[in-house]
C-alpha cells in the first residue's frame, strides 16, 4: 500500500453526496424541528432520495438520526460553520449558509475530502453525533484495536467476524465483533469516507435502537487501507478537541468486568499518550495518500477558522437578550461585547429579583445537562463562565440559550440574543432596558 495514491474517483462519491446535502439547504432552506433543532421527516427523507446510497425507507416517518449519513452531514456543517440557524423574530428556526460554504468549495477535490474527514475525526462530539444508540466515546478503543487488525488487510476482500449471525455470543475480546455489532454506525460513517462497503444485519436478541446498525462484514478499499494507517497515527483521543479525558483505573474497572477485556485498555491507557503538546499537523499524516502537493493544511486550516472578525453582526459592542421563565414573564437585558456569561447570570438574578444563592449554568445548545456548557466558577467544573466573553463566543442574533440556576430547584431560564449593535454608548454595567410580569417568587414553599 505505500505506492498507493489516491484518485479523484476515491473521494467523488463522499464530496459529491455532501455537496447533494449542502445544495439541497441552500435550494429549500428548510425549517428545523424546534426541540431538536434538527431537520424533520419530509426534508430528511427528501435528501435521502438523492444520495448515491440512500436507506430504503417506505415515507417521511422518521427523524434525522434515523438517517446516518444526513446525520454526519449535518454535524459537519454545524461544527464547521457552514451553516448556521436562522433564529429571526418568529418561533420558526431555519438553516442558512455562511460564506465559509463558498470558501470550501474554493478548495480542491482533495482539501475538501480531507475537511470533511478533519471535522469528523477531530472535531464533533461523538456523544452527540451517537446519542440514544450503543456508541459512546469509549468505543473509539474498539476502533483503534479494529484498525490494527484491518490495516494489513487487502483491498477488497471481504472480512468477517467468523460467524455472522452471532448465535454463539459475541466475543468481547474480538475487535472485529466490537466494531461489528455494537458500533456499526460508525462502520457505515467511516463507509462514507469510502473506507469500506459493508453488508448490513439484524441481532434481534441484542439490546440495540433503531438508530444502531448491525454488520455482517466489511470490503476494504484501498483509500480505506490508507487512511486507516494514517488514522493510527491520530488516535481520536489525542486530536479530538470533544474528548473526554476518562480513561482512569477506576473507569475501566467499573466498565469493563470482563477478564479478558480489562487488562487490554489497560494497557492501551497507559501506553497511549494524551498530551496534545507538540503534536503533528493532523493534514500530514495524510499527505501521502494523495497526489503531491494536493493537501494544503493551511487552506483547509483557514476554512475552519471563525469568521467572525469578517463579519459585521459581531463586530458590535452593545448585545441586548431576552430571558424568560415564560411567555409573560421576560426582561430585556443590555451589557457590553467584553462583559461575560458571570455578568449576564448577575443582571439575570437582578432582574428576577433571585438571591443568587445557588450554582449556575449556561448550556450553549439550549439543551439542560448537555456538554455544551460554561459552568459557574465555583462548581468547580470547565469551562467557567465567567472566561466566557460575550463578544467572542461566536453569537448570531436569534441565539438561544439556556440559564440553569439551582441544580436542586433547576429553574430554567430561556435566554435570546436579541440584537448586536455599534452605540456610542457602551454600557459599563448590565441594564434591564424592558420588562414584563412580577418577579417569582424564589422560595415559594416558605412560610412568613
Not at 440514544?132 to 487487502?154: H, V
Not at 454506525?185 to 469500506?196: A, T
Not at 445548545?365 to 463578544?391: N, Q
Not at 431560564?413 to 417568587?441: R, Y
Request: glycine share 4%; charged share 25%.
Amino acid at each position: 500500500m505505500n505506492n498507493y495514491t489516491a484518485t479523484e474517483k476515491d473521494i467523488q462519491r463522499t464530496i459529491s453526496d455532501f455537496e447533494i446535502f449542502c445544495k439541497y439547504l441552500e435550494d429549500n432552506r428548510p425549517k428545523l424541528t424546534k426541540t431538536r433543532e434538527e431537520l424533520g421527516k419530509k426534508d430528511c427523507y427528501a435528501i435521502n432520495a438523492l444520495l448515491s446510497r440512500p436507506r430504503d425507507f417506505d415515507g417521511p416517518k422518521y427523524m434525522q438520526p434515523l438517517y446516518p449519513t444526513i446525520n454526519l452531514f449535518f454535524h459537519i456543517i454545524m461544527q464547521t460553520g457552514l451553516f448556521t440557524i436562522d433564529y429571526g423574530k418568529s418561533d420558526s428556526l431555519y438553516l442558512m449558509a455562511t460564506p465559509k460554504l463558498e470558501n470550501y468549495r474554493k478548495l480542491n477535490p482533495f482539501n475538501r475530502y480531507l475537511l470533511l474527514f478533519k471535522t469528523y475525526w477531530t472535531q464533533i462530539d461523538f456523544d452527540k453525533l451517537y446519542a440514544g444508540t450503543l456508541i459512546s466515546f469509549r468505543d473509539f478503543k474498539n476502533i483503534e484495536r479494529a484498525f490494527e487488525l484491518i490495516a494489513n488487510a487487502e483491498p477488497k476482500v471481504r472480512i468477517s467476524a467468523n460467524f455472522e449471525d452471532y448465535s454463539h455470543g459475541l466475543d468481547h475480546a474480538n475487535p472485529i465483533h466490537n466494531l461489528f455489532l455494537w458500533i456499526g454506525l460508525i462502520v457505515h460513517h467511516l463507509r462514507d469516507f469510502n473506507f469500506w462497503e459493508y453488508e448490513e444485519t439484524h441481532i434481534p436478541k441484542f439490546n440495540s435502537t433503531k438508530k444502531d446498525i448491525q454488520v455482517k462484514s466489511v470490503t476494504p478499499t484501498s483509500l480505506g487501507i490508507a487512511m486507516i494507517n494514517a488514522c493510527r497515527s491520530r488516535p481520536y483521543e489525542k486530536y479530538n478537541e470533544k474528548y473526554n479525558e476518562g480513561w482512569d483505573e477506576g473507569y475501566i474497572e467499573v466498565s469493563w468486568s470482563d477478564t479478558q477485556i480489562r487488562p487490554i485498555f489497560r494497557e492501551m491507557v497507559s501506553t497511549q499518550s494524551l498530551s496534545t503538546k507538540n503534536k503533528e499537523p493532523f493534514e500530514k499524516a495524510f499527505e501521502p495518500i494523495f497526489p503531491n502537493n494536493a493537501i494544503d493544511g493551511n487552506a483547509i486550516i483557514k476554512v475552519l477558522e471563525s469568521e467572525a472578525k469578517n463579519n459585521p453582526v459581531y463586530n458590535g459592542n452593545t448585545y441586548i437578550f431576552k430571558v424568560w421563565l415564560r411567555k409573560n414573564l421576560w426582561r430585556r437585558i443590555k451589557l457590553s461585547s467584553v462583559h461575560t456569561l458571570q455578568h449576564l447570570h448577575d443582571a439575570i438574578q437582578d432582574a428576577f429579583d433571585f438571591h443568587n444563592d445557588h450554582l449556575y449554568a449556561f448550556f450553549m445548545d439550549g439543551k439542560p445537562w448537555s456538554k455544551d456548557v460554561y459552568w459557574d466558577k465555583k462548581a468547580d467544573e470547565k469551562p467557567t463562565a465567567d472566561k466566557a466573553v460575550i463578544g467572542k463566543l461566536g453569537l448570531v442574533p436569534g441565539k438561544r440559550l439556556l440559564y440553569l440556576f439551582d441544580f436542586g430547584d433547576e429553574w430554567q431560564f430561556n435566554v435570546q440574543l436579541e440584537e448586536v449593535m455599534d452605540s456610542k454608548t457602551v454600557p459599563i454595567k448590565a441594564e434591564v432596558i424592558d420588562k414584563k410580569g412580577d418577579s417569582p417568587e424564589q422560595y415559594p414553599s416558605w412560610e412568613d
